[in-house]
DNA sequence: ATTTTTTACGAAAAGCGTAACAATA
DNA sequence: TATTGTTACGCTTTTCGTAAAAAAT
């Protein structure tokens, strides 16, 4: 049987025209490539080639070899970069998050729990990603509610509560409590990526214009600011509180998250010890 | 990069269960295949096995390797098999033909023609003719009649007409001529392989029921046959008259035939000069 | 005990490069 | 004369088979 290098070598020539640009670019002397390609003349019995003193050309079989050639060597490719993708994708815990505070817990207990997996997480829409934990992209979903698909588990990972951030100064800064509609119309500055938190306040206060800063300059923007702005009590815990700032708490129903982490229940064994755990440590 | 040959040896893997069997049926030597699928492996950077200290068995990748394999092993022998079939047919010119007089000249003239090529040549039905000709089948096709696809040359090769041998004895062996309805009911026997001839006998026969004998027995039987039978001009000129038979002329006009050569304009460059010739030369 | 896989080692085969040759433009 | 393809020859690399070892049924 010929072999697929011969196919390469075959399409090499055809797209150079000649033997000694093509073995240049084969990184192969030209006359192993002239003793190949004939190999391959008689390992597929047929002549491809018409051998002149100093000129060679493809043949009509020749050329109807390289129809095939083209085609069987795309799919070689294909395979190898198919079997690496699906090799890395066993090694792999792709983690979808509808907000950032579900990912501060998960992705060091998952790393703890599969040492020898890569973790990846991204933060997404609720609808995306559901869909695509459907679709087998993510192996794990946190989402602010459970979900019911028959052969999925969802269990409860923990609770996050919204807060305003109002400077000292703030006409509202004494208030024991406050509703989202309460700084409808202010100007407000928001953290990116903070997923479907994004939604809600955006929904719940339509006339207020949000601005958006870098991660990395947000705390800095804060403090010299004097906009309202937002944090939730998992936040606190993780980060600093933000200096000369009001915390005051928000009765909307709707500030209220419990998040669920939702996967199949065929995967992921030790994921349910994990999440068992979980219900008790929410550091 | 890997190879067909890896391929292969990787589908035998699948299909016998152990590198032993496989290697059995591949002609190889056991340790041969483990090397090779490990090379594989190597190949592709990727997991095939799960290779346990005495048991090797395709993981998850090898599994979805085998399907890769399995696809482009295929169309690596359809590749082969394609190329000879097309070589094949480069080096044949494929005849066909409506009855066996025309082929007794364009078969010695086209070997004669064209020395390096192998002369198929089959007799068919009319309609099969014509269709085989316009898919490439036939290079060439004999009609009683031209064709006027565009593209096509049509040119008249010769002619030939149909008569009874009636056994001396017969009623009507004195007649000078006869139609074809004269002996309709009469029990006849017929040369198999006659092409369209024993369409048109049966049309206008259509009480007639005709005993078809192998060919070579066949002259042994008509002449200890009182059956009548037929013969043509350019069969009596081919072959030995048959004995104690009286020749009768039929006058039907449907059974004076002539016969067309067809073929595609840009084929066949020699064969135009061929059939000038054969205007001339009939035998 | 037999079967199966892997490792080790020497031999066979295949493939490559350099050099030389032939032919062409 | 420079370029192209084929042939010849020696070398390297690859691949193979046998033998031996390790492990499992």
Redesign the interface.
Known sequence: ?????QL?QLLAFAEYGTLSAAAEHLHLSQPALSRSMRRLEMD????LFDHAKNKIALN??GE??VK??E??VR??K???E???A??RA?HTIFLGSCAPAPLWTLLPNLSALYPDMTITSEIRGLDTLQEKLLDKTYQLIALPYPIEEPGFASQEIGEEHLYFTLPSAHPLAEKKSLHLADLNGETMLLRPNLGFWTDIVKKAMPDTSFLTQDENAFDELVRFSVLPTFATDLALQRYNPPEGRVIVPIEDEAVNIHYYCCYRKNTLSKLTKLLQAKGKSKN
Chains 1, 2 share one sequence.
Do not use: T
Not at 1 to 5: A, G, I, Q, R, V
Not at 44 to 47: D, E, G
């Open positions: 049987m010929f072999e697929l290098n390469e597929l019995s047929v002549p009509e079989n109807l070899a095939y050639a085609q069987i799919e070689a294909e395979m190898k198919s079997l690496v699906h090799e066993r």
